[in-house]
């Protein structure tokens, strides 16, 4: 090669080797510097050392991971504090990795960033680290104090009046939904601590306008003043004058309903003292059959039948069950069903 080429070939040589070996240099030198324009979760550390990245993101991005969890519905808090979280962010390993992502790439590319400003646009997302049982006991605990069942319509009976109690609609938290939040609200850089709840509607399967439908017929018995009542569709229709059990011998008060049904029974002598010779034998209808034309059983061995023996209504004079005269307990039998609800007063 002609030495006039030459020259200016070894020349241009020299001065590549200048740059590329200046940039080398220049690029080793701020291996340390995180470049402009790389974030740590949302904190801009751009442009810092290693040792000022970390101060930065101690004060700002562990500040903000130790704030306490808070779970929000309406008026009402609970609150999980970083002591039971043990949230924390790897800080360290942070700064480690925003500037591997500084010194990412060819060294002259690097170079020719670090020399003109320009920015990388780069995010390191932060290892933050929390206590799983803590967040699910926290979320026991608010499923606890906030979860109610829905409560279905029913039923006021007293002796002598049926007045319906409204429905009331249940509560449900959304556990797995409020698991996400909270776990999304530790783990995301920035994020608000404060999580609102959640909660399912829960309806109640019986309303109050369905409760006559479910009660069409209903029966209370007095013991006070030897009153029978029925009542269709919530709303008393008919009263009848009763016997009751005499003392000793109580007709037993409580909800039941009816469990048998018969026309013209055979009387099922109870096993008891008062019953004398006829205790556990089983008398045909007829004469010596206290129990006439009907029989409504419920509860144990008491039922409502009729009786041979009207002057008694309106007194305490049975051994238990309820008396009737034989036309209105015939009356009564074919206004009923088995499962009829019978409340005793």
């Known amino acids: 090669m002609p030495r006039k080429f030459l020259i200016p070939l070894v020349a241009v040589g020299a001065f590549l080797i200048l740059i590329v070996g200046g940039a080398f240099a220049y690029d080793s030198a701020t291996s340390q510097t995180i470049a402009p324009g790389v974030e740590v979760g949302s904190v801009d550390v751009g442009g810092l050392t290693a040792d000022e990245a970390r101060v930065k993101l101690h004060r700002e991005l562990r500040a903000s991971v130790e704030e306490p969890l808070v779970v929000q519905r309406g008026k009402r808090s609970w609150k999980l504090g970083p002591e039971q979280s043990k949230a924390s962010v790897d800080i360290d390993g942070s700064v480690g990795e925003a500037l591997a992502t500084s010194n990412s790439g060819n060294f002259l590319v690097r170079a020719y960033r670090k020399v003109t400003g320009s920015e990388m646009s780069a995010t390191v997302a932060p290892e933050i680290t929390y206590s799983k049982p803590a967040v699910a006991k926290m979320v026991k605990r608010v499923t606890k104090a906030v979860d109610r069942?829905?409560?279905?319509?029913?039923?006021?009976?007293?002796?002598?009046?049926?007045?319906?109690?409204?429905?009331?609609?249940g509560v449900k938290v959304r556990r797995v939904r409020l698991l996400r939040s909270l776990s999304t609200a530790l783990t995301t850089p920035g994020a608000r601590h404060t999580v609102p709840l959640v909660v399912q509607s829960l309806q109640p399967k019986v309303t109050t306008g369905q409760l006559a439908s479910k009660y069409p017929t209903l029966i209370t018995v007095d013991?006070?003043?030897?009153?029978?009542?029925?009542?269709?569709?919530?709303?008393?229709?008919?009263?009848?004058?009763?016997?009751?059990?005499?003392?000793g011998l109580e007709t037993p008060a409580g909800l039941y309903s009816i469990q048998d049904m018969q026309v013209n029974p055979s009387w099922h002598v109870p096993n008891s003292a008062w019953a004398g010779d006829l205790a556990g034998q089983v008398i045909p209808p007829g004469p010596n059959?206290?129990?006439?034309?009907r029989w409504m059983g419920i509860a144990d061995s008491a039922g409502i039948h009729g009786t041979a023996d009207?002057?008694?209504?309106?007194?305490?004079?049975?051994?238990?069950?309820?008396?009737?005269?034989?036309?209105?307990v015939i009356d009564l039998y074919d206004q009923v069903s088995v499962g009829t609800p019978v409340f005793i007063a």
């Not at 013991?223 to 003392?247: C, E, M, S, W």
């Not at 059959?289 to 034309?293: C, D, E, L, Q, S």
């Open 289 to 293: 059959n206290p129990i006439k034309a």
């Open 310 to 328: 009207p002057g008694s209504l309106g007194s305490a004079a049975s051994h238990g069950c309820v008396r009737m005269d034989i036309p209105d």
């Open 149 to 169: 069942p829905a409560k279905d319509a029913s039923l006021s009976i007293t002796a002598n009046a049926v007045a319906p109690v409204a429905a009331k609609r």
């Open 223 to 247: 013991r006070t003043n030897f009153k029978l009542t029925l009542f269709k569709d919530l709303k008393p229709v008919k009263t009848y004058i009763v016997a009751v059990g005499q003392a």
